[in-house]
């Protein structure tokens, strides 16, 4: 359990999560958005129980991308040596995208352009806001416990504000990609935009 108040000028108000829902490192001082259910305890008085929180406005999102990044270069998890080889003409890929996107359909024509009979086996996911992670997330599992794996995932969406591409930044999802078992590629955003996923 995580336990941590959020406040404003005139109140503060207790709020409690599972490790496992924060996006990443939190510190003091940090803009948030949480969403929750309220709750009202005889000997704690009212708090909020959890289910999201993110931070919010570029310095906070900066912030949380810069504390996630030290920890996981730490751990190693960004070392060379763990990437994985992808095939040069893989036969199959999985897509993982928003099926209405611009970015669903730029890469299903330069893939055709370049190289066409290449088998992609799409799955809808949102790929912004508070629940983009765990869909993507959910995406990777699916394609990771497939009777027919592809051999290698995409994960693409277009550019955008730094809050569109803050699920990038989640450390659920950025952990998820070095635990798949078929190599992950992220294609995101533009080439200025560097995301830790």
Known sequence: WVY??????DA????FATVYQLPG???DGMMVEVTGNPRLHPLFGFSINLSAIIPVGEGA???QAELLRAKLEQEGLFSPERKRPVPFLPHKVGLITSI?????????KILNQRWGGVEVEVTDSLVQGSNAPIQIIACINHFNQSAVPPEVIVITRGGGSVDDLAAF?????VRSVPASRIPTLIAIAHDRDLMLA
Do not use: M, T, V, W
């Open 4 to 9: 941590f108040d959020i406040i404003d000028e």
């Open 12 to 15: 503060s108000l207790k709020c």
């Open 25 to 27: 490192p939190l510190e």
């Open 61 to 63: 999102i900066a912030r």
């Open 100 to 108: 209405g996107s611009a970015a669903y359909g730029d890469f299903i």
């Open 169 to 173: 930044n989640d450390e659920r999802l």
